[in-house]
């Protein structure tokens, strides 16, 4: 069974970093693309980044571009997004998320459960 | 790029849903739906504009043209009760709509 399971999120105040990571499971992760998804309480989807499978392409949303850095483990099946420079508008729940083919990053399936974020002083 | 859902949609039970997603030229790209219960993660529903995932009922259909792609649900049923977002890709960019709440009354 395939599973991404976050974990990280927690109180910061505004400035301070926070590192999140998903350990995934039941797949080859070194095959597949991963992504970072968000979604502010009572808000819409917001997709963060992207990585490609060896590392090699990394994109980010404008929103967090220069604050946020994805990496990966493919030794440890895990992703990871270290986020600085943390503002109150990142407060959110963090979404790990597989694309559903190795061979492109075009849907996201399956998504882990979520790690909640909160920026505040 | 933005898409551009109605933020909520009312049906009876038995009556036919249809969710709209319009973009620029949307119909030029694939589109997938995500389908979001309240305190659960998004599952896909739909994705290149008309396929289901296994396990996702046949009622459950896509289809995308022009400017607008649109998800219909027939014979809605309480548990289609949810949040849903349609979703493109914009270069490399993940553009999400901004959700249509379905409510099932």
């Known amino acids: 069974e395939v599973q991404l399971v976050e974990s990280g999120g927690g109180l910061v105040k505004p400035g301070g970093s926070l590192r999140l990571s998903c350990a995934a499971s039941?797949?080859?992760?070194?095959?597949?693309?991963m992504n970072w998804v968000r979604q502010a309480p009572g808000k819409g989807l917001e997709w963060v980044s992207s990585?490609?499978?060896?590392?090699?392409?990394?994109y980010y949303a404008d929103s967090v571009k220069g604050r946020f850095t994805i990496s990966r483990d493919n030794a440890k099946n895990s992703l990871y997004l270290q986020m600085n420079s943390l503002r109150a508008e990142d407060t959110a729940v963090y979404y790990c998320?597989?694309?559903?083919?190795?061979?492109?990053?075009?849907?996201?399936?399956?998504w882990g459960q979520g790690t909640l974020v909160t920026v505040s002083s | 790029y933005d898409l551009t859902q109605p933020p909520s949609l009312s049906v009876s039970p038995g009556q036919t849903a249809t969710i709209t997603c319009s973009g620029a030229?949307?119909?030029?790209?694939?589109v997938c739906w995500y389908q979001q219960k309240p305190g659960q993660s998004p599952v896909l529903v739909i994705f290149e504009d008309n396929k289901r995932p296994s396990g996702i009922p046949e009622r459950i259909s896509g289809s995308n043209s022009g400017n607008t792609a649109t998800l219909t649900i027939s014979g809605t049923q309480a548990m289609d009760e949810a949040d849903y977002y349609c979703?493109?890709?914009?270069?490399?960019?993940?553009?999400f709509g901004g959700g249509t709440k379905l409510t099932v009354l």
């Open positions: 990585i490609s499978s060896s590392s090699s392409y990394i």
């Open positions: 979703q493109a890709w914009d270069s490399t960019t993940a553009v």
């Open positions: 030229k949307l119909g030029d790209k694939y």
């Open positions: 998320a597989r694309p559903r083919l190795a061979v492109d990053n075009n849907w996201f399936d399956p």
């Open positions: 039941g797949f080859t992760f070194s095959s597949y693309s």
